[in-house]
């Protein structure tokens, strides 16, 4: 190991021991302890991560955007320089194998460059410029500028199932650093070892670079009291949360209680519903293996897994359904993330197959106590999906529910009543999909995401991407946590008015120094002038 | 009267009139009541307008953004048309000068048709498009697109302190109407008349424009059980609040804890802070006098009010302060929207002269009971301020607080210390600005709006004006009430994945039919193709 794991909490540039309580990470292959000792971040050890990170604040915020893009660049390029050791720590906590390791580091990687390449062009600013109308009748109309401005110091929780992408120096991390938020990461206890020595990265680029002390800390805990604390905390602005609903709801509702309020953005994950049309059924043997690696795709741990198959009864329909559960039976039982979440998986699949109606296809049977589980396919009519909403119940693992509908009518319903979601997506011939506008209708109102003849699994980096979606898929609809974009939840508009030239930003001055993109007088323009 | 007042309940393009109970308004400058008589809304009603709200939702969202901006055209069209009418009532309910009606009702107008400007142009959209890249390695990139969609049909609350320009048809009606969002108003009961009135005008130019019927609907209570039924139904899914701190955090809490929980905008007042720096109290004169105009402008009932002027101990500040006393002491005094309100006035400036330290320099003596006012100045040390937190409360009316620091640094302690604003004003040259970087940076923190030798109130309808700032002052520092932004805070943004040119919104089709401009591969553009 380049940078050995020691353990510690990593606060600004130094890491501290403070903690007399420890814990440890486990491989969930063979259920053993990785070599390592965690210990508990202390109160001590929160409120300076949390002070350092507010006295960066103003520094980090005023540095010029180039700055912060060289930042993460250079995040990026220590997490290359020391790949095979994160790799080795990913797949040996994670259970995961080595490809995913591999791929899931580029896309943090490029994560880190596409936000460093936002931080330095400031192209998040939304710059707008209303210049003074001094004739205006019946009174002068004054200068007015607005851009957009960090927020403060955020904390992140490190998601259980993207160790890399939606941890440590994952997507909620790169968006904040981007736009100017220093941040205080929580990190998942399942993959303590592969946090901190991803920190070790961020604070070895931070130092480097030269950033003020403090606009990174990494915290570690095996309970939910530091995530608690951190989330209460006066100095904290905007929390960034991926993973089980019934957390995310939890640290919303302290996010809400506060003497004063801060947003706290919870992905939750989704059931990802799938209408398929019989044009699709029809070529079923495409579209059902296309589903059943989608299904069990990283041992379906993903927020975006497709576990509702919605479709109309009928020959093709069985034909469809028998292909899925013949092809998720030839994929080879995958390992969870933890035994305690493969045993999870059990059990909700259990509660689910019990359910009235509900009929299994195929499923692997696996001993409780293991990691490993196979796909399930289970099937239900539209008539009993429709009356039970406890259908609707995340099975979060490698399974999908598919729901028979007797008609055009029945799924149009089955889809009405179903609960916000991440992604929704049809299969089906442009033709036989634009006979069915109040569908598609629906299935937009569900959703974040809507593709077609597609499957979820695999969400783009790009402006245009939006991971998120309607309560309950989400704690806000209107931001992302993928893509761009999601540098927009940590930032708040703030207008200047007849403001001299040298105290605007640099992006609202007359001249456009950065050449950026800017709404002036109603219309975009690069121009370096506001008349 | 062109519309008669009936006091019934504008639901669709019916009225309503199934209330037993009833209210009136009174003219707050004799205290006597008007001529109407208003039925209080029955849960029946409210279902009704909730309920044909929802139906017209899928139509009219559905609409070319050109018939909404007829719409709204229309709306401003026939406000003008019975104007007279419509200041008759306006002035009789609100005590407020005839200048003042015309005014705000000349900004009202301007705010419906700068959102028609917006609806018609789609440029609220905000489309972004990312082309396909089937030979991308290691993986193929899906075509994505991504634009804003309203979110459904939304609660607006009137304000009591601006019956035109933040009520029936104000700035949360316009945006919400304009992204496709159906309005059910609640109208505030001290202006019930000006809400019907206005409301006719709404619902006729509604009818006339052939608006899906439910797009607005406009409801009155004298209580807040009305209010409260609102935010908790179902099929609403947001709403615009402006009005009092303790109403608003009720009717937020309410939205947070729905089953689904929805956003609740609530823009809370402030006290608009504004330091005066000593170049700008030598030349005293000019600024007490604008100063003093902007404290009683409106009897004092703004948000954007100047209730808290402070600077740095000295004779030069001595002048300054008696010069505004002096100044207010010259404006005549003015009527409150109720004489109730007028009282609380009283109560509230009573609370605050009793505080340690604060000494009054200016105050007129009314009745108890009546609701003409003059305006009060007071002052204060900076150690007594920056002690007691209870000298930030707002007293909503034409009073200010002035705080005499004892130097640079005690100046800068008492903006640190300061609750969430919607302004920040600095007055002074630019040199001596240019000397308080950190004031400034303290300035900017606590506020959404940061003027430069100007007064706050008057609020500029225009996309760089954000009229918002951090928590109390608005339940989210992120959105804006006044400027075309407010229209975003009724969307959310849904991603298209591999869509047919037929199924996506015009607005992200590759021909780009509105002309509008779209950021197309990380570039903003109007050009009519993708690559």
Redesign the interface.
């Known amino acids: 190991m380049q940078h050995p794991i020691t353990g510690a909490q990593l606060i600004g540039y130094t890491e501290s021991s403070l903690g007399a309580e420890t814990f440890s990470t486990t491989n969930p292959r063979d259920g053993k302890h990785t070599p390592w000792s965690f210990r508990e971040t202390t109160k001590e050890e929160l409120q300076k991560a949390v002070e350092m990170a507010a006295s960066a604040f ?1 520094p980090f915020q005023e540095l010029p955007g180039e700055r912060r893009g060289e930042f993460l660049e250079a995040v990026a390029g220590e997490l290359e320089a020391v790949s095979a050791d994160l790799i080795e720590v990913y797949t040996l906590e994670s259970g995961l194998p080595e490809a995913r390791a591999r ?1 899931e580091l580029g896309r943090t990687t490029g994560q880190l460059r596409a936000f460093a390449d936002l931080a330095r062009k400031d192209s998040w600013r939304m710059a ?3 210049a003074a109308q001094p004739d205006r009748q ?2 002068p ?2 200068d ?3 851009c957009l ?1 960090p ?1 403060g110091p955020v904390a992140v929780f490190g998601a259980s199932n993207f160790p890399f992408a939606f941890s440590t120096a994952g997507g909620d991390t790169a968006s904040a650093l981007a736009v100017g938020c220093p941040v205080v990461v929580k990190g998942h206890p399942l993959h303590a070892g592969t946090g901190e020595a991803v920190g070790r990265c961020v604070q070895k680029a931070a130092r480097e670079t030269g950033m003020p002390e403090g606009v990174f800390s990494h915290l570690q805990s095996s309970g939910i009291s530091l995530g608690e604390q951190l989330v209460q905390h006066l100095l904290i602005k905007g929390v960034g949360f991926t993973g089980s609903r019934k957390a995310g709801l939890a640290l919303s509702r302290l996010g ?1 209680e506060r003497a ?2 801060i ?1 706290v953005f919870a992905e939750m994950g989704s059931i990802n519903p799938v209408v398929v049309l019989p044009s699709a059924t029809e070529e079923s043997g495409g579209w059902a293996k296309a589903y059943a690696q989608s299904v069990t795709l990283g041992s379906g741990q993903f927020c975006t897994n497709p576990g509702l198959i919605l479709g109309i009864a009928g020959p093709s329909w069985d034909r469809f359904v028998r292909s899925l559960a013949v092809e998720i039976s030839q994929v080879p039982a995958g390992c969870m993330l933890h035994r305690g979440m493969a045993d999870r998986f059990r059990t909700l699949r259990e509660e689910l197959l019990s359910q009235q109606g509900v009929t299994v296809l195929e499923t692997n049977q696996e001993e409780s106590g293991e990691a490993m589980v196979g796909g399930t396919v289970a099937r239900v009519s539209g008539s009993d999906f429709c009356g039970n909403p406890s259908l609707q119940q995340e099975v979060f693992g490698p399974f999908t529910l598919t729901v028979g509908c007797s008609g055009r009518e029945e799924l149009l319903r089955a889809v009405q009543i179903l609960e ?1 979601q991440l992604t929704a997506s049809i299969l089906g011939d ?1 033709e036989e ?2 006979r069915e506008p109040e569908l ?2 629906a299935l ?1 109102d569900k ?8 499957v979820p699994t ?1 969400v ?1 980096v ?5 991971h ?1 979606g ?3 898929a989400t ?4 931001f ?1 946590s993928v893509g761009t ?1 999601a540098a927009l939840r940590w ?10 030239q ?2 605007l930003p640099p992006v609202l001055r007359d001249e456009n120094p950065l050449g950026i ?1 800017r ?1 002036v007088n ?3 323009s690069r121009k370096n002038s506001v008349v």
Chains 1, 2 share one sequence.
């Open positions: 103003i791929g707008r410029i209303d019946p009174v109309k004054p007015i500028r607005k401005y927020l809400q004063i309020p947003p916000g442009p999909i634009g598609l209708s937009k959703a974040g995401r809507l593709l077609f003849n597609g695999g783009e790009c402006p245009s991407m939006h998120g309607p309560f309950p704690t806000d609809a209107r992302t974009d930032v708040r508009p703030i207008s200047f008015q007849n403001t001299p040298q105290f993109w709404m109603g219309e975009f």
